[in-house]
């Protein structure tokens, strides 16, 4: 490996404030971000369209160590891609972000790909490859998945595939690589201590934004990862670490400052850890001069900080409630009680913060008595439930192997297809009944949910049958 590599993390901040001029010689590296079939989520809808953040943090990290970087969206072009002027060059390497609902267009995209240029070197990352590494690498014609979290990893793959010394592929940790018909996998690789060391975004990287489309809303995060493990949740990056205050501050300021944005969602999992560490991140977020939005707990939360959240530019917290029965909230892990939930609605309103609630149906534990009490809930408090979606089993959770353990999920592949049809927030979707209750009873909740927010709120969303 490259004698700079013994201090990965090192190299990746000093590219960051240093970046190296691009480098003719390297490998361009060609991005790819797949199509949704997703009905965004009301209030949510800009992020179907801005900066993914994930592919921001590779794409800008290869930009800085010196590799010629393009990204293709296919959420916003979705018209055919004619990839010959990619493969004029000889050395391109394709990366694929990978998410939940992305098998079914991956799949033909690599087809279209390999039939373009057989021996083309692609690579996948993101959350859906390092949730289910074996089973889409077994069905899928790549060569390597970047398991975790990619930007160290990503630096030295690249640079091993520059030099083109493959013997050394096997001693890059978090990785999976294909080698005489077998998956192979390394080490485990240490994730980033320090997330002040993650370079400034390069927002230009991304076609939208080169032809001059404006960047008034975005997303970021001050954290990774998350310390609590809800039965459902989908994380993939299970140690959870902050950024410091002020290393947060520069880099929204630099955003800012550099695209005139007026509006951010914070991406954190939970936004509120530790109360004096969230204090100095609202007062950073007050001096950018931008409106903002987050997630949190119930149970994190008080007046005096609500009130210092608004004070800085807080319009709305996004709420996991999920559901409002304590067996429910039990059965999930969720370790937080429906008492705390009622004080948190009280205390967020009362702070002139707009309570966006999120609710799923078909928990394990579901019961009738259980929807009931969550369609009261909904409608005798003064809460946006702006997320309702059935229960979804994603791959590396609880629920998971639950459904795959029970029988409800037989077909790994056909299921993750199914996946690449939901809607979310749709009252058609394919249900993975985990439930004792009808598949008829679960719809009829969701419908009736939906009728008490259009008639209170109009039409937040595009499915009101």
Not at 195 to 224: A, C, H
Not at 297 to 315: A, F, K, S
Request: charged share 25%; aromatic share 10%; net charge positive.
């Amino acid at each position: 490996m490259a004698n700079r590599f013994i201090n990965i993390e090192k190299f990746l901040e000093d590219v960051s404030h240093h970046p190296l001029p691009t480098d003719r010689n390297k490998p361009s590296f060609l991005m790819i971000v797949p199509a949704s079939a997703q009905i965004p989520t009301p209030g949510r809808e800009f992020f179907l369209k801005v900066p993914i953040e994930g592919v921001s943090y590779i794409s800008t990290t290869l930009k800085n160590a010196g590799y010629k970087v393009e990204i293709i969206d296919y959420r916003i072009n979705s018209k055919s891609v004619d990839f010959e002027k990619f493969f004029n060059n000889d050395r391109v390497v394709i990366g694929i972000a990978t998410f939940a609902d992305s098998y079914t267009f991956i799949e033909d995209l690599i087809k279209k790909i390999r039939d373009k240029k057989k021996d083309v070197c692609i690579i996948l990352g993101g959350p859906f490859i390092s949730s289910a590494p074996e089973i889409l690498m077994r069905n899928l014609p790549v060569d390597y998945a970047i398991l975790g979290e990619g930007e160290l990893t990503i630096l030295e793959l690249m640079e091993v595939l520059s030099v083109g010394d493959k013997e050394e592929i096997s001693k890059i940790p978090g990785i999976a690589y294909k080698q005489n018909g077998s998956i192979i996998f390394t080490n485990h690789r240490r994730q980033i201590a320090d997330l002040d060391y993650l370079p400034f975004l390069d927002l230009n990287l991304w076609p939208s934004i080169q032809n001059g489309s404006m960047v008034e809303k975005v997303g970021f995060s001050s954290t990774r990862g998350c310390y609590n493990s809800c039965s459902f949740c989908f994380k993939t990056i299970p140690l959870a670490r902050k950024m410091s205050p002020a290393g947060f501050g520069k880099k929204v300021r630099y955003l800012v400052n550099k695209h005139n944005i007026k509006f951010a969602f914070i991406n954190d999992l939970t936004f509120v850890i530790g109360r004096e560490r969230t204090i100095q991140l609202c007062s950073e977020l007050k001096s950018s001069g931008i409106r903002w939005a987050c997630s949190t707990r119930v149970d994190n939360i008080d007046r005096e900080l609500l009130e210092i959240m608004h004070d800085c530019g807080c319009e709305e917290i996004w709420y996991g409630i999920e559901s409002v029965d304590q067996k429910v909230l039990d059965a999930n892990f969720k370790k937080t009680t429906v008492e705390q939930i009622e004080e948190a609605v009280k205390l967020t309103n009362e702070a002139g913060i707009k309570f966006m609630a999120n609710f799923i149906i078909g928990l394990l534990g579901e019961t009738e008595v259980s929807l009931n009490k969550m369609i009261k809930f909904i409608d005798t408090h003064n809460v946006i439930p702006c997320s309702i979606k059935y229960l979804t089993p994603f791959p590396g959770t609880h629920i998971y192997n639950y459904a795959r353990k029970k029988g409800l999920i037989k077909d790994e592949i056909g299921y993750f297809k199914s996946l690449s049809r939901r809607k979310v927030n749709y009252s058609e979707d394919e249900i993975i009944n985990c439930t004792g209750i009808s598949e008829r009873t679960l719809r009829d909740a969701f419908k009736r949910i939906r009728k008490i927010s259009y008639d209170r709120y109009g039409p937040l969303d595009w499915n009101i049958s």
